[in-house]
């Protein structure tokens, strides 16, 4: 399995403090007390604006953010990260209209753009991932928030603190 390697920095434009990460960090501060740029060396991974993977979600693939406060729209900075495992083989997940996978049900192994115009769902309430890790958007054409999707059973997006986000697309999350 290949590894993440991420690099915080406490300024944009990769000045000042560092820490570099190579695994899941629930609390950077006791590393650094901001953290305005990053540095995605390999892997892929959801940073977070608030300690234990709270908040908004962002999603980072390889590359250089000098300053993704202002690339995201971010009004907090980065305060934990999660790495995402590369999954090879296939993807399945079971979206549901309601919770308690209630409802429609559709199963997808690949990526959704319009959940509204493929399924004819206006709302997803409830999932089960059975394999590979998906991001879910809340607009369609992956626009808007996002919540990243491990494998397991998500019986309820009100209760995990999402009420106000429906999900219109989905997105497998691949080896680049």
Not at 91 to 109: A, D, P, V, W
Request: with cysteine; glycine share 8%.
């Amino acid at each position: 399995m290949t590894m993440g390697r991420i690099t915080f920095y406490e300024e944009r434009n990769f000045q000042g403090r560092s820490y570099e990460c190579m695994s899941d960090c629930g609390d950077m501060s006791s590393y650094l007390s901001r953290c305005h740029s990053c540095r995605v060396e390999s892997g892929c991974f959801m940073v977070y604006d608030r300690t234990n993977y709270m908040g908004n979600q962002y999603f980072m693939r390889r590359g250089e953010y000098a300053d993704y406060m202002s690339m995201f729209g971010m009004r907090d900075c980065i305060r934990s990260c999660r790495m995402i495992p590369m999954h090879r083989g296939q993807f399945r997940m079971r979206i549901y209209e309601r919770e308690n996978f209630g409802g429609q049900m559709h199963e997808m192994m690949d990526d959704c753009d319009n959940m509204m115009d493929r399924y004819r769902m206006s709302n997803c309430m409830s999932c089960h991932v059975m394999d590979g890790h998906w991001l879910m958007y809340e607009q369609p054409n992956y626009r808007g928030r996002m919540m990243y999707m491990r494998p397991g059973e998500y019986r309820s997006f009100k209760d995990m603190g999402w009420s106000g986000m429906r999900f219109m697309s989905m997105r497998r999350i691949m080896d680049m």
